[in-house]
C-alpha cells in the first residue's frame, strides 16, 4: 500500500511536470511572475545587507583617509572647471568662427580673418590690435569690420600686428549715407568712452528732416577709404545741429566694439 | 520526520535557490552556478514520505525555473526522478553512514542537472550542451555531495528541538509481570 501510495505522489507530479511543459506562454509567464516573486523579500534584505555592509565600511574609514579623498577631489574638481572653462571659450570661439566664415563666404569684398589680441588700457574705446601685421599683407587704411557692422580703419602696421583705429576715433573719419534718405553726413569723433554705450553721431552735411529713428547709416564710399554699403549704425534719434544748418543724428552702432574678438579686415 | 521540520524542508529549498544567485563571482568562476536542490530532495526521498519529497521536488523545480531562462517545469521532471529512484530504494540505502550520504549526494548531484541538461538539449541542433559545461556539473555533484551529510544533521537537530518528543520508554517487562490466580 505505502509503495503504491509514492508512487501515485511521484506519479501525479510527474502528471503535473508534463502539464507544466506544455503550459500556454502566457500561462507559464504569471506562473514563473508568481514563483519568482517569492524570492522578492530575500533579494531586498540582501541589497539591505549589501548597504548595511558599505555603511559599516564607511564607519572604519579614518578621518585622515578621508581628509586625503577630499583634498584629491577638490584637485580633480579644480582641474575640471579649468578643463570645462576651456572648453566652453574653445565652444565659443568655434561658432563665431563658424558665423565669420559663413558670412566672409556671402560678403561683396574679400576678407582676411584677424583676432583682436589687445586694447590700448587708457583709451580702449579708441583702438584696437589685431594679429594681422605686414607679414599677412596688411597695409595703413584697409577696412575692418564684422558681419554687423563697421569696426574701423588700420591705422599702424607693425611685422605680425596692426593697429585698428575704432569708429570715433579723430583718425577713423568715415563718410555716411543714411541708406533710406540717401543724405550724406560724417561720423563724429568720440571725446571720451561714450562710445562705449554703443553710440556715435553722424553730422549731416546739411538739414536733413526726412531722417528718422530706425533708417540705416552705412558707408558711402566717397572718402576712398571704406568701400559703399558697409553698415555703420542705426538712428536712434535726431537734433538740430548749431544754427540749424545740419542735422545730427545719433546712432546705434552695429558692431559690438566693446566685444570685438574677431574681425575681418578687407583685402586690397 | 515531524511535520515542523519537514515544512522547512520547503524553506530550505527557497533559501538554496536564492543561495544560487548570491555568488556571481563563484558562478562565472566555475561557469554557472551550484544548486543544492538534488541532494535536498534526496534527503526528503530518504527519510520522508514521497509526498513531501515529491512536492518538494515541484516546488523547488518551479522556484529554481522561475528565475532562470528554462522553460517553466524543466528542472522539475529530474527532481522527481532523483526522489523517486531513491524513495524506492530507501530500504537497501545504509542511510546513517556517512560514506552513503556522501554517495547519495554526489549522485543526485550529478543525475538532477544532467537529466535537466538532457531535457532541455532533447530536440535541439545543434546541441547547446558543450564540454565547458563538465566544471559546474562536477562542481555541482561535489557541493551535494558536501551537503547531503549537512542536511542529514541539520534536520537531525531541527527535529530534537521542533518534532515531537518521543515516547519514554515504558517500565513494565512483560516477563516481570505477576500473574495472579491459578495458572
Known sequence: ?268 | MSWLPQSLLFVAAWLCIFAETLFPAWSRWIGGGVNLLPSLVAFAALHCPAGVAAGLALFGGIASDSLTSDKLGVSVGPLVLVGWIIHHRRRLILKEQFAAQLWVGLGAGLLAPAATLALITLGQRPAIAGWGDALPWLAGGLANAAASPGWRRLFDWLERILGEPKAASTSFRNDREIKRGRT
Open chain 1, 1 to 268: 500500500v505505502t509503495r503504491h501510495a509514492s508512487n501515485w505522489a511521484f506519479g501525479v507530479v510527474a502528471a503535473l511536470v508534463v502539464a507544466l511543459l506544455n503550459l500556454p506562454p502566457s500561462a507559464a509567464g504569471r506562473l514563473r511572475l508568481a514563483a519568482a516573486s517569492l524570492f522578492v523579500p530575500l533579494f531586498g534584505l540582501a541589497g539591505a545587507a549589501a548597504a548595511a555592509a558599505d555603511q559599516a565600511s564607511y564607519e572604519l574609514l579614518t578621518r585622515r583617509t578621508l581628509i586625503t579623498e577630499l583634498e584629491r577631489t577638490k584637485h580633480e574638481r579644480d582641474a575640471l572647471a579649468l578643463q570645462a572653462a576651456k572648453g566652453r571659450a574653445a565652444l565659443d570661439e568655434n561658432n563665431r568662427l563658424r558665423a565669420l566664415i559663413g558670412w566672409q563666404s556671402t560678403a561683396p569684398w574679400k576678407t582676411r580673418p584677424a583676432k583682436v589680441v589687445g586694447r590700448n588700457p587708457a583709451m580702449w574705446w579708441r583702438g584696437v590690435t589685431i594679429d594681422f601685421g605686414a607679414r599677412e599683407g596688411a597695409r595703413i587704411n584697409q577696412a575692418v569690420l564684422t558681419p554687423a557692422g563697421l569696426v574701423g580703419r588700420i591705422r599702424s602696421v607693425e611685422t605680425t600686428s596692426s593697429e585698428v583705429a575704432l569708429l570715433g576715433d579723430p583718425e577713423c573719419g568715415v563718410s555716411a549715407v543714411v541708406r533710406e534718405t540717401r543724405d550724406l553726413g560724417l561720423i563724429q569723433e568720440v571725446r571720451s568712452s561714450a562710445v562705449g554705450d554703443g553710440f556715435l553721431t553722424v553730422r549731416t552735411l546739411q538739414i536733413c528732416p526726412g531722417i528718422l529713428p530706425g533708417h540705416a547709416v552705412e558707408t558711402s564710399g566717397f572718402g576712398g577709404v571704406f568701400p559703399a554699403g558697409i553698415s555703420i549704425g542705426t538712428v536712434v534719434d535726431t537734433r538740430p545741429g548749431e544754427g540749424g544748418l545740419y542735422t545730427e543724428a545719433r546712432l546705434r552702432v552695429a558692431a559690438d566694439l566693446n566685444r570685438l574678438e574677431e574681425v575681418l579686415v578687407i583685402a586690397p
